[in-house]
């Protein structure tokens, strides 16, 4: 059966317009409304119950889903997005409704609370390579919109933090500080977020001609224990192999690493440098406090609902993609002099 992303490969136009044409929202030329009509005729093409229902009403609520956490995982730049984005919503007039997903059917709750008409549309976070949310959703052209990337070939509209940026501005700091051998702690490769910092990670290497072990580079999954095993196994190589950095996927990851230094009595900053990413609130507190790359989840909360409530009000013409740059915020535990403070590089 064709879906509405058919429709729009064959007319050369986004899923959004085939929607507003299907729906007669939005403005949408005569010539591009015949097209998409001509091959939605040609292809058969039915719109889905489920996305007809949603439309018929307002609900003023968003939708969000919490993903489901492992043990000992600790996710606290969700909640600060989660806090950011329904701040967003209501000063809009909406309001968010957060729910849990199946891990054996992830986009199984997103279609009942469509079809029960129960939200207006959705916002998604922590994507995967080819989330099959993102892709139950463009099939039933319901709202949405994603903190986060899933598969470039695919047309809807996301914010996302250039993550491959923000490890290289981390690698050139640390070999601005004189280490040649950097580690990387990085998550498991199912993680799109993780995916982009490994990266970038490996751009800035091979940028300054610094050589990559592969026993530097260590999976772990976003827990403070598995940090921990990681800079263990990392500070058993022989001492010539042994890394003098330790870049960490996140600060959560950083801070079993600095955990397990400390417990070998080697002096984070000085002896060993540490970073994470995520600059959680807590970051500029650890003791040494840690570098770490900052997401500004004020603003892309922001976007967020912002985009998707053009979506809904079918003012927004087409799809949009927009990648937002962190900033590096060097303190004491990457420093190999002595700095307590924390201090934004130029």
């Known amino acids: ?91 809009a007039g909406y309001h968010v409704l957060t729910f849990i997903t199946d891990p054996d059917d992830p986009a199984a709750a997103y279609v009942t609370l469509a079809e029960m008409q129960r939200v207006d549309g959705f916002v998604l976070a922590n994507t995967v390579v080819d989330d099959p949310r993102i892709r139950q959703l463009l099939d039933l052209g319901i709202p949405f919109v ?76 976003n827990t403070p224990a598995d940090g921990r095993i990681a800079a263990q196994k990392l500070m058993a190589l022989p001492p010539d192999a042994r890394p003098t950095a330790i870049a960490c996927v996140s600060d959560v990851v950083a801070i079993g690493v600095m955990h397990a230094l400390r417990e070998m009595g080697l002096a984070i900053g000085r002896e060993v440098a540490v970073t994470g990413f995520d600059n959680i609130p807590a970051a500029e507190h650890f003791t040494p406090a840690l570098t770490s790359v900052h997401q500004p989840l004020d603003t892309i909360g922001h976007q967020l609902m912002t985009m998707l409530l053009d979506i809904l009000q079918g003012s927004a013409a087409e799809t949009r993609q927009v990648l937002i740059r962190p900033h590096l915020v060097v303190r004491a535990s990457s420093v190999r002099a002595p700095d307590e403070g924390g201090h934004r590089p130029g």
């Open 1 to 91: 059966m064709a879906t509405i992303k058919d429709v729009a490969r064959e007319a050369g136009v986004t899923s959004a317009t085939v929607s507003y044409v299907l729906n007669n929202s939005g403005r949408v030329s005569e010539a591009t409304r015949q097209r998409v009509l001509d091959v939605a005729r040609r292809l058969n093409y039915r719109p889905s119950i489920t996305a007809q229902n949603l439309r018929s009403g307002e609900s003023r609520i968003i939708g969000y889903a919490w993903h489901v956490e492992r043990p000992g995982e600790w996710t606290p730049i969700m909640q600060q997005f989660l806090y950011n984005m329904s701040k967003s919503a209501e000063e």
């Open 146 to 221: 994603s903190f986060g990337r899933a598969n470039d070939a695919w047309d809807f509209s996301y914010v996302d933090v250039d993550g491959a940026d923000g490890m290289r501005q981390v690698v050139r700091h640390l070999a601005g500080q004189g280490h040649e051998r950097i580690a990387f702690v990085r998550w498991p490769p199912l993680s799109l977020a993780g995916n982009h910092r490994y990266q970038g990670y490996c751009d800035a290497m091979a940028e300054l001609g610094l050589p990559i072990d592969e026993r530097w580079l260590i999976e772990a999954e």
